[in-house]
């Protein structure tokens, strides 16, 4: 398996545009998790999905954020307006079973709004 | 929520044991405690997960006191190759748990 797939790598935007961030977790996981980490705040939980349902999404930051899992190898992280204080790395990562099973992380978005 | 604290930096010499304490004062009684490892452009990678006592695998210990309100990852023998940031990751027991980073320790390893 390739393992969990991100794209784009790098996105450099201006402020106010929409932004979307792409994932392709591991086949055969029923868990996807989104992470934003900065250096101020560290790795923080956005959002998760178990079976392509958002279980919790007490994390993502506002209203400008949102995030869709149509189908079990693909989501997606979409901002919208950005503001420059968006401006992060966004990991996605899977896992198999149970909430508490080990997170294969992908490569990550390198987030950048001028 | 569980509020995870880690020591910002240590510094080791190859060869050394390193611990690395993490403190979770409010863990819930079904959370599970994870440790990963990040190198620079990467995602964190997963190291060792423990619940209680003590786990061991190939690349680490884990060890947790009877209380739970923290742990200690254990790397034997470090390498350069383990200069790295290290996150401990506490939740998760229940659907209602948040998942809940440490600030991470960033491990420098001297020849």
């Known amino acids: 398996d390739a393992g969990v797939i991100q794209s784009p790598r790098h996105e450099v935007t201006e402020m106010g545009q929409e932004v979307t961030l792409r994932c392709k977790p591991i086949s055969g996981h029923d868990y996807l998790f989104w992470y934003r980490q900065t250096m101020m705040r560290g790795l923080e939980l956005l959002i998760y999905?178990?079976?392509?349902?958002?279980?919790?999404d007490s994390g993502m930051p506002e209203d400008r954020f949102s995030a869709k899992m149509p189908n079990a190898s693909f989501s997606t992280l979409k901002i919208q307006p950005s503001e420059p204080r968006d401006s992060a790395v966004y990991f996605c990562a899977s896992s198999l079973g149970v909430l508490t099973r080990e997170q294969f992380f992908g490569p990550g978005t390198r987030l950048t709004v001028l | 929520l569980a509020k995870t604290t880690q020591p910002i930096s240590m510094d080791s010499y190859e060869g050394q044991e390193v611990n690395i304490t993490c403190s979770h004062n409010n863990i819930a009684t079904n959370d599970y405690i994870t440790w990963y490892q990040q190198f620079p452009s990467q995602g964190p990678r997963f190291i060792i997960q423990g619940y209680k006592t003590k786990v061991t695998n190939e690349v680490a210990s884990l060890f947790i006191p009877a209380d739970r309100k923290s742990s200690t990852l254990s790397l034997p023998r470090v390498s350069l190759s383990d200069t790295a940031v290290y996150y401990c990751l506490v939740g998760g027991g229940n659907a209602g748990n948040m998942l809940t980073f440490g600030g991470g320790t960033r491990l420098m390893v001297k020849p």
């Open positions: 999905f178990n079976n392509n349902v958002p279980i919790d």
